[in-house]
């Protein structure tokens, strides 16, 4: 359970006492035009062989919001699925997090779900 920020005049008050409670932090998030233009590809042959999974990885967004170092943390059973959501990956773009209001590099993990309908 994470503990709650104190407000501000305590932290001032507190100095470094209380700097893991003082710092407020800011998760990485997409961009608008990641959201729309970077999609998973599903892989012609997956859909023929109804081939379905999430894919997670482990993504680290640096200080510009560029994607670097993807890791596959578990598999969708499927090899084309995995590579169609590693693909899909490189091509997103991020608002990097940020630490007490500044950009921070920052590691999240990031879920792609292949789903026929």
């Known amino acids: 359970m994470k503990p709650a ?3 501000l005049i305590f932290c001032t008050l507190l100095g470094g ?4 409670l003082c710092a407020q932090t800011i998760p990485a998030r997409m961009t608008n035009e990641a959201l729309m233009n970077c999609r998973p590809l599903y892989p012609a042959m997956s859909k023929r062989m109804g081939e379905q999974g999430t894919v997670r990885m482990k993504v680290h967004v640096d ?5 670097s170092n993807p890791t596959l943390t578990q598999s969708s059973g499927f090899q084309r699925l995995d590579v169609a959501a590693m693909d899909m990956v490189k091509c ?3 608002e990097p997090g ?3 209001g500044l ?3 920052m590691w999240f ?3 792609v779900t292949f789903k026929l309908e």
């Open 98 to 100: 940020k630490v007490d």
């Open 92 to 94: 997103m773009k991020f």
């Open 103 to 105: 950009p921070t590099a």
């Open 63 to 67: 200080l510009t919001g560029e994607i």
């Open 5 to 7: 920020t104190l407000p």
């Open 109 to 111: 993990d990031y879920p």
């Open 17 to 20: 006492y209380a700097s893991q």
